[in-house]
């Protein structure tokens, strides 16, 4: 029986990044669904002071619907897309950056709703949380700070991060580029970044929200690494790879390469499409 692709987003992103990927896999034949987590999509905050020209006082002190949002609470919403894709069939859930935190949480709850699980240059943390992970020498080289660049308002008081993606300065947006998307054109990059939300929520997990091999071990699992992603570097890929492997010796990653940044393979999907349609193929 023909698997369905579930995909799942990265921070400040939603369902509408993957439009692309899911033409790729709807000619392929595949059948997908992309998951909007809670205060993503259409529930996401866009107050008009973010609108141009913005108002950038109102726009930092804004509430935002994100606010208060928890992993539990992206788990329990991923689930439930879960099981209704889960009636038609095996279920291959693809997770991207931030999302793998998601995806690890909800394998951890429910592996039988599983059928193989996709990660695709994403956190799925181990031995430590993904805060700890940003300490270590493998971050050493990701540019995290360029977010900070377009930083609005105080995290501590909003309840939530946000980040002006409208900017028009050119600093902030040179290293948003670097960061996300140095292999694609200016007019790649400023489109992509307009698909962006400007609110995330603190959340990214604690200890017991690491991978345990009781519960997440028990499902076939793929990494994609991305060789050029500035924002998740190879090495630290292939650390989480090695402590997964680790973790459940007697199943460990399939793991593919594609070439590319942190957003290329969404911006130039068909190499991502023929690889989860191999995958595919070892689910049906």
């Excluded at 300490?135 to 377009?150: H, Q």
């Excluded at 399939?254 to 130039?268: F, I, Y």
Aim: hydrophobic residues 45%; aromatic residues 6%; proline residues 7%.
């Amino acid at each position: 029986m023909q698997p369905t692709f579930v995909l799942v987003h990265g921070a400040f992103a939603n369902s509408f990044s993957f439009a692309p990927l899911q033409a790729e896999l709807g000619l392929l034949g595949h059948r997908s669904v992309a998951v909007d987590l809670p205060g993503h999509g259409f529930a996401a905050t866009y107050t008009r002071a973010y609108q141009a020209p913005q108002v950038t006082e109102e726009f930092a002190t804004a509430p935002g619907s994100i606010k208060g949002v928890t992993l539990a609470d992206n788990a329990a919403h991923l689930i439930g897309v879960l099981e209704r894709a889960k009636r038609n069939g095996p279920v291959i859930l693809v997770a991207h950056s931030r999302g793998g935190v998601t995806a690890t949480a909800a394998a951890n709850a429910r592996p039988d709703l599983i059928d193989r699980i996709v990660y695709v240059s994403a956190w799925c943390p181990v031995d430590l949380t993904v805060g700890e992970y940003h300490s270590e020498p493998e971050m050493a080289t990701a540019d995290v700070a360029s977010l900070a660049l377009a930083a609005v308002g105080n995290p501590a008081e909003l309840g939530l991060l946000r980040v002006n993606f409208r900017t028009a300065d050119p600093a902030a947006l040179t290293a948003l580029k670097a960061t996300m998307l140095a292999d694609g054109t200016d007019e790649e990059f400023l489109t992509f970044l307009n698909t962006f939300q400007p609110d995330e929520n603190l959340d990214v997990g604690t200890s017991a929200d690491r991978a345990r091999a009781d519960t997440w071990g028990r499902i076939p699992k793929t990494y994609v690494r991305l060789a050029d992603d500035a924002i998740m570097p190879p090495a630290l890929q292939d650390r989480l790879i090695r402590e997964g492997d680790a973790l459940t010796p007697d199943n460990p990653y399939d793991v593919r390469t594609l070439a590319g940044s942190h957003l290329k393979w969404l911006v130039d999907p068909a190499p991502a499409a023929r690889v989860l349609a191999e995958l595919a193929g070892l689910t049906e």
